[in-house]
């Protein structure tokens, strides 16, 4: 189950027994911001922190690409905080690991955030931090 992610995802996704993801494409939309100020490196930024995303599909490979782009970008706070975050949650974005995760390819929120949505209450739940007792 891919989902964006709120308090009510990981809880959601356990209860029914499913594997998680984040979704890419809220984490796509963070990109733009991060490359923000890099001058001539912003095009090649925005496509080496997409590639982190979608196109590494080793481990290893996903590593070292966080490492280049580290080096590469570091320099400025918002492409590394974008990169610090996508790294602590990289086994629930970066293809590399959710390769494994059957999800007939869909890495975005339209079906998780519907299921979001029900579990939420269509809205009336919003307020909670914590799953609701029958998420417990």
């Known amino acids: 189950m891919f989902t964006d992610d709120g308090p009510f995802s990981a809880p959601s996704a356990a209860a029914l027994g499913k594997d998680h993801g984040l979704c890419t494409m809220h984490a796509r939309q963070a990109i733009p911001g991060a490359t923000a100020g890099l001058g001539n490196t912003s095009k090649a930024a925005i496509q080496d922190l997409n590639a982190l995303i979608f196109k590494h599909t080793s481990v290893k490979v996903l590593e070292e690409k966080f490492e280049e782009c580290c080096s590469k ?9 974008f990169l610090d975050s996508l790294h602590e949650n990289r086994e629930k974005l970066c293809r590399a690991f959710t390769q494994a995760i059957f999800s007939f390819n ?5 079906r998780g955030e519907g299921w979001n949505d029900k579990f939420k209450g269509h809205g009336s739940l ?3 931090s914590v799953a609701p007792p029958c998420l417990n």
């Open 73 to 81: 970008y570091g320099r400025s706070s918002a492409a590394l905080k």
């Open 106 to 110: 869909h890495t975005t929120t339209q």
């Open 126 to 128: 919003n307020t909670y």
